[in-house]
């Protein structure tokens, strides 16, 4: 009788901690998948200037949501700054250029300009995302693109369409370079 209780009991918080696992999945899996329109976005960058997600059409376009104060996104800053020194002055056969636009996801201006800064972030598009729950991730344009944890990238091609989701540096590489004159 004891035996049988406790291998329903097990039963139970198998099939809980499998629930846990796939619910976990499901809120983390970002909303946009390949082949669908980016969102468009109005935003002041870091420099005071105005932008729009659509002035950058014609071009391929990271989206990086990253945070100051998250460990694994700026430990993937020095690929990211590769990955621009590469490509941002290069010709495509379908695009202009190769831009990076960095929305970092935050409660502290001063320490997301001291990261940039000292992560030698070095392109123009520097976007504030402020939250005021970092748990939830209630930031603007983080809401716009559902994103709940960082890092999360969107690359778009030239004609504003999502062509990977969370790709790693290396496969952005890779895609991009298949794309060179």
């Given at each position: 009788m004891k035996k049988t209780i406790f291998n329903?009991?097990?039963?139970?918080?198998?099939?809980?901690?499998?629930?846990?696992?796939?619910?976990?999945y499901f809120y983390f899996k970002p909303a946009f998948v390949n082949g669908e329109q980016a969102p468009t976005f109005s935003a002041t960058l870091a420099n005071g200037e105005k932008m729009q997600l659509s002035d950058l059409e014609g071009n391929y376009v990271l989206l990086d949501f990253w945070g100051s104060w998250c460990r694994p996104c700026r430990s993937e800053n020095?690929?990211?700054v590769q990955l621009y020194d590469k490509?941002?002055?290069k010709k495509f056969k379908d695009a202009q250029r190769f831009e990076i636009v960095s929305i970092g996801i935050e409660?502290?201006?001063d320490r997301w300009l001291r990261a940039i800064r000292n992560d030698g972030l070095k392109w123009k598009y520097h976007i504030l995302d402020e939250a005021t729950n970092m748990r939830f991730f209630?930031?603007?344009?983080?809401?716009?693109?559902?994103?709940?944890?960082?890092?999360?990238?969107?690359?778009?091609?030239?004609?504003?369409?999502?062509?990977?989701?969370?790709?790693?540096?290396?496969?952005i590489d890779k895609l991009l370079e298949k794309r060179l004159l």
């Open positions: 329903s009991i097990l039963n139970i918080l198998l099939v809980g901690v499998i629930a846990l696992f796939i619910g976990r020095p690929q990211l490509y941002s002055a409660k502290n201006k209630d930031a603007e344009i983080a809401g716009l693109y559902e994103v709940k944890q960082v890092p999360t990238t969107f690359l778009i091609n030239p004609k504003g369409v999502i062509i990977g989701v969370n790709l790693t540096l290396n496969e």
